[in-house]
C-alpha cells in the first residue's frame, strides 16, 4: 500500500517476503542442507585432477622454454 506522497508504508514493505529470522543459525544450516560432510575425491576425480595439474605445468613450463 502506498502512501499518498508515493512512498510505500514501512510496516508492509516486506511483507510476505519470507525473510530468515534474526537468529538464523547459517552454519547449522549448511550441516542440515548439505550432510555436513566434506566431498572427498574418488579415484577416478584424483585421477583426472592429476591430469590436469600436469597439463598446466607442461604448459607453464613450454611457455617458459619459449617453444
Known amino acids: 500500500m502506498m502512501k499518498e506522497d508515493g512512498r510505500w508504508l514501512e510496516s ?3 511483507d510476505g517476503l519470507d525473510l530468515p529470522d534474526d537468529d538464523f543459525d547459517y552454519d547449522e544450516f ?5 550432510g555436513g560432510e566434506k566431498a572427498k575425491l574418488n579415484s577416478k576425480q584424483a585421477f583426472w ?5 600436469l597439463t598446466l605445468i607442461a604448459f607453464a613450463w613450454l611457455a617458459f622454454k619459449g617453444w
Open 49 to 53: 585432477w592429476l591430469v590436469a595439474l
Open 30 to 34: 549448511v550441516a542440515r542442507e548439505f
Open 12 to 14: 508492509e514493505i516486506y
